[in-house]
């Protein structure tokens, strides 16, 4: 099994060469590089100049690139695809997606600008019809690999509050998980806000991970390191997963069909589950060096 980890991927505005050349030495998963809400109309060309520069120039290690253009509705979204088709993205971020017609013009876009056929693409879920379609969406493409919530955009449009539970998301949350479920897809939460509020940011990722996701957003660096703790395994959960493994095997051998370690029922599905977590685990190590 193998796994690519997207626990922290930060947002990192392309118009600021700055924090271009910072992001090399961040210990996150993955990288945005915006070219859409981070930057201002004025300062669009520059954004794609100086990604298209950056990721040439290369430097990010084991980093995922993912480059966030403007939608192909605006002046500049189909500039920005074709700009950065071929420039060895991990994947293009697509913004404010509402219908599977809309990612069949973006696979279009990228195949008309030469863009790899194998290149992922990626999709903001942050418009209220775009979360009513969500499904469909999820299964238009398969080079769709990730939904990543736009939460901001989100609370404007269903005019909800940021709340520490964050009540008014959680059915829209929700539906985006079940849809990356049910298409093979990762999922990532959307940004926390306020900078100051650790503890606040500490609650709200270990509430997006019970929810499902696999990872979380991010907009300052210092969030980095609490994510990448609350979307790893455990320690404990890599040694219970071993446990289970291991019961699991010998009970088959002795003709059983189920075990038990510490006191609890084991199964198949649980088995598979704890495989997963050791190959989390390891996919994180070995992006680690």
Not at 214 to 239: F, R, S
Request: charged share 25%; glycine share 8%.
């Amino acid at each position: 099994m193998q796994l690519r980890p997207r626990r922290s991927v930060l947002y990192m505005p392309g118009a600021n060469a700055r924090a271009l050349e910072k992001a090399r030495t961040l210990p996150a998963d993955g990288l945005i590089l915006d070219m859409e809400d981070a930057v201002s109309p004025d300062a669009k060309a520059t954004a794609r100049e100086q990604i298209v520069a950056a990721v040439t120039q290369g430097g990010y290690g084991s980093r995922e690139i993912i480059i966030r253009v403007n939608g192909l509705e605006t002046a500049w979204g189909h500039d920005d695809v074709a700009a950065v088709a071929n420039i060895g993205a991990g994947a293009i971020l697509f913004p404010k997606v509402e219908t599977p017609d809309q990612i069949h013009a973006a696979v279009a876009a990228l195949d008309k600008a030469g863009a790899p056929a194998n290149l992922p693409i990626m999709i903001m879920a942050e418009t209220p019809r775009g979360i009513l379609n969500i499904n469909a969406i999820a299964g238009a493409s398969p080079r769709l690999v990730c939904i990543v919530m736009g939460t901001s955009d989100l609370a404007k449009e269903l005019r909800v509050r940021h709340t520490p539970e964050r009540t008014g998301f959680l059915t829209s949350l929700s539906l985006c998980v079940l849809a990356a479920r049910a298409h093979n897809l990762d999922i990532l939460d959307g940004v926390y806000l306020d900078l100051k509020n650790e503890a606040g940011f500490r609650a709200a990722c270990e509430q997006g991970r019970d929810m499902g996701f696999d990872g979380k957003t991010l907009i300052h660096p210092n969030q980095v390191a609490v994510t990448n703790e609350v979307y790893a395994p455990a320690e404990k959960d890599i040694e219970n997963a071993r446990e289970m493994i291991s019961a699991w095997e010998q009970a088959r051998a002795e003709g059983k069909g189920v075990a038990v370690v510490n006191g609890k029922l084991v199964e198949n599905l649980h088995v598979d589950e704890a495989r997963r977590t050791l190959a989390v685990a390891e996919a994180i190590r070995a992006m680690a060096g």
